[in-house]
């Protein structure tokens, strides 16, 4: 069993996402970052740098922060999505790193200075959002040479999954619209399901 500290942003959801696919038990512990929980004394103690998610793995009572450890954590624990080699790992360190790097800083501040902050430092807009857009090219270019398409059925079973164990925890912590069918994937693509504002939950379906 593994208690997930989280909130409803991307960050949050690539653990969720993983727990799903990788088929392990999990009880979800909110931590509202709108409401400062990640300052309080006892997150701190599993997550030092103040943010979600966080785990810890009540089989062993490891507890592990950082998204990207995590995943790899978990990987290794089920032996799932993340292979024991160390040159079949190659790649996947390379993306997880430009993910962790790049994409999430990066992304995140872009969002930081044109949507909540627009014109108050011009050079900031300018260069965030440049480099914001040579990120989804990079993006794009992987999508195009090297992962499934969205409209794989594959993908869509893994969302499926993941909508309904939400429905069966009844917490609303994602956004369970039904069963998805392959017309519905663009706002998955576009939002992942998340609330207008990201960090609100959505209400239970
Ligand atoms: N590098 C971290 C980033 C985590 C992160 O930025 N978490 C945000 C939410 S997505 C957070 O907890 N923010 C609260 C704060 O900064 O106080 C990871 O990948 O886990």
Aim: charged share 20%; net charge neutral.
């Amino acid at each position: 069993m593994i208690d997930l500290y989280t909130w409803s942003t991307p960050n949050g959801r690539k653990v969720s996402i993983a727990l799903e696919e990788m088929g392990l038990a999990y009880e979800i512990h909110p931590i509202n970052i709108g409401k400062d929980e990640q300052f309080s004394p006892a997150f701190l103690k599993i997550s030092p740098n103040n943010k979600i998610p966080a785990i810890i793995d009540r089989d062993n009572g490891q507890s592990v922060f950082e998204s990207a450890a995590i995943l790899m954590y978990l990987g290794d624990k089920t032996g799932k999505l993340y292979p024991s080699e160390a040159k079949a790992r190659i790649r996947i360190h390379e993306w997880l790193m430009w993910q962790m790097s790049a994409i999430g800083p990066f992304l995140g501040r872009a969002h930081y200075f044109l949507k909540f902050n627009e014109g108050k430092a011009p050079f900031a807009d300018a260069w965030f959002a440049a480099e914001a857009q040579r990120l989804y090219g990079v993006l794009d270019r992987l999508l195009a040479d090297q992962l499934q398409s969205i409209s794989d059925p594959e993908y869509h079973q893994s969302w499926n999954r993941m909508a309904q164990s939400a429905r069966q925890r009844g917490q609303g912590f994602w956004w369970a619209p039904g069963q998805l069918t392959p017309d519905r994937a663009p706002d998955l693509a576009t939002g992942l399901g998340m609330a207008p504002n990201s960090g609100q939950p959505m209400p239970p379906q």
